[in-house]
C-alpha cells in the first residue's frame, strides 16, 4: 500500500507530465510527412511507438517543434535533427536503448520538460547543467551511478525523478535548487542521506535503499509534506523529524524501528502514517496513535 501511495504522489506530481502534448492549443502531428504536408510550422509532434531508429532526414524543417514525444521506439542514440529544433519544450525519449547524453544537449535552452528514463545510461553529464530553462527531469531506470555536480545550475528544476538507478551519493550542490519541489530517489543504493536541506522540497522518496542512517539534518526540509522512507534498514529515526511542521505523510513500513521519537506528536499536520513490518510493541503502537489523534496510522 505504502508503495503505491508514493508512485501515485510521483506521477501526480509530474511524471507523466512530459509525455503528453496539447491538442487544445496546437494540433498534434503523428507522422512527419503529416506534418510537412500541412503545417511545416507544426509545434507539436508525436512519434511514440514507430519502431524508428532515427528521425526521417525531412524532420529537421519542423524549426517550430515544442514538442516531440519519442517514447518506445529503437533508439540506440540522440538523433542530430533533435539539435534543429531550438524552440523545443517538451522532450520523450522514455524506453528508448539510448546509451548516453551528448554534449550537444547544453544548447536546448528552451527545454523545459526532459525524459529519458528507462534506457541505458550510465552517466549524467556535465552538458544537463547548461539546460537553465528545464523544470522536469526524469531518469528514473537506467545505470547511473553518481549526479554531476552542474545539476545545481538548472535553477528552474522543480521535479527530478533519480529512481532506481545505482546512486549511493548526491553531490552537496544540489541543495541550491530552490525550486525542487519533487525528488525521488527510490530504488537505488543509499546507505545514509545527509543531503544539506533544499529550500522549498515538498515531496522526497527514499523508498527501497540501504539507509542505516537519517540525518539529523532532515528536520532542516522545513517544506516537506511528503516523506518516504520504507524498505531500508532504519533503526530509528531522529527526533529532528518532529520539526517538518508541514509534513501531512510519513511512509516507514518494512524497517527495523521499534520506536519513533517521544515528542512525535508535534507532527500536527500528519494525517497518513504507514508503519507496517516493524517492530513496534503493542505499547509502542498505542502510544504513537495516542499521540497522533488526529493522524490515520497503520501498523
Known amino acids: 500500500m505504502n508503495k503505491i501511495l508514493a508512485l501515485f504522489l510521483i506521477a501526480f506530481a509530474g511524471a507523466a507530465v512530459a509525455q503528453h502534448a496539447n491538442p487544445l492549443e496546437e494540433t498534434v502531428y503523428v507522422s512527419v510527412g503529416d506534418a510537412l504536408a500541412e503545417d511545416v510550422d507544426a509545434t507539436q509532434l508525436n512519434l511514440r511507438q514507430t519502431e524508428m531508429f532515427t528521425l526521417e532526414p525531412g524532420a529537421k524543417k519542423l524549426e517550430k517543434l515544442e ?4 517514447m518506445k521506439n529503437n533508439m540506440e542514440y540522440w538523433d542530430p535533427v533533435i539539435w534543429q529544433f531550438s524552440n523545443l519544450k517538451v522532450l520523450n525519449l522514455r524506453e528508448n536503448n539510448i546509451r548516453q547524453v551528448p554534449s550537444e544537449v547544453a544548447s536546448m535552452k528552451n527545454l523545459i520538460k526532459l525524459d529519458i528514463a528507462i534506457n541505458k545510461l550510465t552517466r549524467f553529464p556535465n552538458a544537463i547543467g547548461g539546460l537553465e530553462s528545464l523544470e522536469h527531469l526524469h531518469m528514473a531506470a537506467n545505470y547511473l551511478t553518481d549526479i554531476s555536480p552542474k545539476i545545481e545550475n538548472c535553477k528552474e528544476l522543480e521535479v527530478l525523478d533519480l529512481g532506481n ?5 548526491l553531490p552537496q550542490s544540489m541543495s541550491n535548487l530552490k525550486n525542487l ?6 530504488g537505488n543504493q543509499f546507505k545514509e542521506f545527509g543531503l544539506e536541506p533544499i529550500k522549498n522540497l515538498e515531496t522526497l522518496n527514499l523508498e527501497s535503499n540501504q539507509l542505516c542512517e537519517l540525518s539529523s ?3 532542516k526540509f522545513k517544506s516537506l509534506t511528503s516523506l518516504t522512507l520504507s524498505d531500508n534498514k532504519l533503526k530509528s529515526i531522529p527526533s529532528e523529524i518532529t520539526k517538518l511542521k508541514n509534513l501531512q505523510l510519513l511512509l516507514i513500513s518494512d524497517n527495523e524501528l521499534q520506536f519513533l521519537p517521544e515528542n512525535i506528536g508535534r507532527l500536527k499536520n500528519l494525517k497518513t502514517l504507514i508503519a507496517k513490518n516493524n517492530g513496534f510493541s503493542d505499547a509502542e503502537q498505542e502510544r504513537i496513535k495516542a499521540e497522533l489523534p488526529d493522524c490515520n496510522v497503520i501498523f
Open 181 to 186: 519541489r519533487l525528488l525521488d530517489l527510490s
Open 217 to 219: 539534518s532532515i528536520g
Open 67 to 70: 514538442f516531440l514525444n519519442l
Open 165 to 169: 538507478n545505482h546512486l549511493s551519493y
